[in-house]
């Protein structure tokens, strides 16, 4: 085996390993951000490439080639921006769904142009708008993942910085493609590049934060049950020092070093913060996490919740509020509310109602009686 089949088995299995990782989030979140994610990297591994077909012992026709091999440029660069909007936004609104046309009416185009040899087989020519959209879906898809999604300080950015990279690569390829010495260093790089974004979306898929400890057994006995509550001293009022409580989750706005001195050492605390993410405390366990990340919020309570902790408090529902709109937010609120009443445990908010509407007010009252 050369150096050149070596590196294409390598840029193969890391497009596998994308995939499944990105399938494996959908599955986990059942969000249509990711499952349009998921479309566009299956595409990818079956990418009309020649280093990938040769090796399985299929030929496709130079005039076939020409166009068959651009069609996935489309494609995956249109799953792409759709997906990136839907992580930005939530939605696709109505000047996406129009963008959104144009480039497939400009890629129709540009197709039947290339079925017609109106570039008379100039390849920089029949290059360049597929590579251009390509590579810049490739770039934006990488910025709204590092902006909703992952932190810059983690090993999980490789994923966005390996796509963003790979985008920019893609952007040369219509005149590096037929640089003698540039062509295997741009190949290597490719695949280079896709290694840094498989291992980053590994961490971020499966191992963003180590599982919950079984806690020690309580002294304290909460009631079970949700509950809101307008204020903190209002909540002391009622449960009296739950941060004594050894089995608490809390979701917290606090200052770090108040809380390191405030809850019981084997607590589990998700700081809700845009600047970091990751584990900044070890005893009690904090861990920051972005506020946009509420369906990976859920999955981490839900662990904890199954190995043992029965008291999750939240204090942060105003800036999940701010930070992902109302009706995000109660979803995240009410799944959290499931598991811990499966459970028998108590889920205690905290929630200034003066910062709600008047609706807003009503549905949270009715879902978590007062405390």
């Known amino acids: 085996m050369?150096?050149?089949?070596?590196?294409?088995?390598?840029?193969?299995?890391?497009?596998?390993?994308?995939?499944?990782?990105?399938?494996?989030?959908?599955?986990?979140?059942?969000e249509?951000?990711?499952?349009?994610?998921?479309?566009?990297?299956?595409?990818?591994?079956?990418?009309?490439?020649?280093?990938?077909?040769?090796?399985?012992?299929?030929?496709?026709?130079?005039?076939?080639?020409?166009i068959a091999s651009k069609i996935p440029n489309f494609f995956i660069a249109t799953l792409l921006i759709w997906g990136a909007l839907h992580l930005k936004y939530r939605t696709s609104k109505f000047k996406h769904v129009v963008a959104i046309s144009v480039l497939?009416?400009?890629?129709?185009?540009?197709?039947?142009?290339?079925?017609?040899?109106?570039?008379?087989?100039?390849?920089f020519i029949e290059s360049t708008f597929p590579s251009l959209v390509y590579g810049a879906a490739l770039i934006y898809f990488g910025m709204i993942l590092r902006e909703k999604e992952i932190s810059d300080r983690s090993i999980d950015s490789l994923f966005p910085i390996g796509l963003m990279l790979l985008g920019v690569l893609n952007l040369t390829y219509p005149v590096t493609r037929h640089i003698e010495w540039f062509a295997p260093i741009g190949f290597f790089l490719g695949a280079l590049f896709r290694i840094m974004a498989a291992v980053g979306a590994v961490k971020f898929v499966f191992i963003p934060f180590p599982p919950a400890r079984a806690p020690p057994v309580p002294k304290k006995n909460i009631p079970p049950g949700a509950y809101l509550c307008p204020s903190r001293e209002k909540a002391s009022e009622k449960f009296g020092s739950i941060e004594e409580a050894s089995n608490l989750v809390m979701i917290t706005r606090e200052n770090i070093d108040s809380i390191v001195g405030k809850v019981h050492p084997s607590a589990l605390v998700f700081w809700v913060t845009r600047v970091m993410e990751g584990q900044i405390h070890k005893s009690p366990e904090i861990y920051a996490i972005s506020p946009t990340k509420i369906d990976i919020l859920t999955d981490l309570i839900a662990k904890a919740v199954e190995s043992g902790y029965r008291v999750v408090y939240v204090d942060a529902v105003e800036y999940l509020i701010v930070?992902?709109?109302?009706?995000?937010?109660?979803?995240?609120?009410?799944?959290?509310?499931?598991?811990?009443?499966?459970?028998?445990?108590?889920?205690?908010?905290?929630?200034?109602?003066?910062?709600?509407?008047k609706t807003q007010r009503r549905i949270l009252e009715r879902e978590f009686p007062g405390g």
């Not at 070596?6 to 059942?30: D, E």
Request: glycine share 4%; no cysteine; aromatic share 18%.
């Open 2 to 30: 050369n150096w050149h089949d070596l590196v294409s088995i390598i840029n193969f299995i890391s497009r596998w390993v994308l995939f499944f990782a990105v399938f494996y989030k959908t599955y986990q979140t059942r």
């Open 32 to 66: 249509k951000s990711w499952m349009l994610l998921t479309t566009a990297f299956f595409i990818n591994v079956l990418d009309i490439e020649s280093y990938i077909f040769k090796p399985l012992g299929i030929e496709i026709a130079h005039d076939a080639y020409r």
């Open 104 to 123: 497939l009416v400009l890629s129709y185009v540009w197709l039947f142009l290339l079925a017609a040899n109106a570039f008379h087989d100039n390849f």
């Open 323 to 357: 930070e992902n709109g109302f009706e995000n937010a109660l979803k995240f609120l009410l799944n959290v509310k499931d598991h811990v009443l499966v459970a028998g445990g108590t889920l205690i908010l905290v929630v200034d109602p003066g910062t709600l509407d």
